[in-house]
């Protein structure tokens, strides 16, 4: 079975903070995702990449980098985290040529 | 671009109940099409997908969709429901071919399944 994990299933923050989230996937999956849910708005797309050290902005990019530099593990980071970016955070990762996309638990991040 | 509209946020029905969760597309291209389920606290799960072929897709859990080219629809049934099947349902699309793997994800449906 693929397993993606994600850190912290909760996290809180102050605002202003620098946060980290970590994604690990176990099956050798060349494509990951960062995505953020919330209410009535699905699920929408950050960052993904296609490889290792390669980055594309989804359609919410701003206040948000990435990072990957080893290719099981992909990493979202908020360079000064704000309330507006409370919500519930989920990795995905799929293997080349596949549009399956395979999802860890979720991070459920309050910016307070 | 792609675009995806579930047409129902919430959907409440009585146990052994059938149910349609309704997703429409939108596309210049050819698609893939996904239908996930997201149960309480967990992450998303994938119910099942249509690539190419017959367009009645069966899936886990006794769900099964149609995809209708004509309608751009891809409508998700279960004959019967559970109490197990209350969760929120994601419709997704993909561009078919290519190297372009990202999903574009309705708003979801909560369907909740009342004894």
């Known amino acids: 079975d693929v397993k993606v994990t994600q850190s912290s299933r909760y996290l809180v923050k102050r605002t202003g903070e620098k946060v980290f989230l970590e994604c690990v996937q176990d099956?050798?999956?060349?494509?990951m995702f960062w995505y953020r849910q919330d209410p009535g708005l699905g699920l929408r797309l950050i960052y993904f990449?296609?490889?290792?050290?390669?980055?594309e902005k989804g359609d919410i990019p701003e206040g948000y980098s990435v990072s990957r530099e080893k290719k099981e593990r992909f990493s979202l980071i908020l360079e000064s985290a704000s309330t507006n970016q409370t919500s519930m955070y989920l990795c995905?990762?799929?293997?080349?040529?596949?549009?399956?996309?395979?999802f860890g638990p979720g991070t459920r991040l309050t910016v307070t | 671009a792609q675009s995806v509209t579930q047409l129902d946020s919430q959907v409440p029905v009585f146990e052994e109940a059938p149910v349609e969760l309704r997703c429409n597309y939108s596309?210049?291209?050819?698609?893939?099409l996904f239908w996930y389920v997201q149960y309480p606290n967990q992450g998303l799960q994938l119910l099942l997908k249509?690539?190419?072929?017959?367009?009645l897709v069966k899936g886990i859990n006794g769900f099964e969709a149609e995809f209708n080219k004509s309608q751009t629809s891809f409508h998700l049934r279960k004959p019967s429901v559970h109490i197990s099947d209350t969760a929120e349902y994601f419709c997704?699309?993909?561009?078919?071919?290519?190297?372009?793997?990202?999903?574009?994800f309705g708003k979801g449906t909560l369907l909740t399944v009342n004894p």
């Open positions: 099956m050798d999956h060349e494509n």
């Open positions: 997704a699309v993909s561009r078919s071919g290519g190297s372009n793997y990202k999903l574009t």
């Open positions: 995905a990762s799929s293997p080349s040529g596949s549009h399956e996309q395979y």
């Open positions: 990449s296609y490889d290792v050290k390669m980055k």
């Open positions: 249509y690539l190419s072929g017959s367009t």
């Open positions: 596309s210049s291209v050819s698609v893939y």
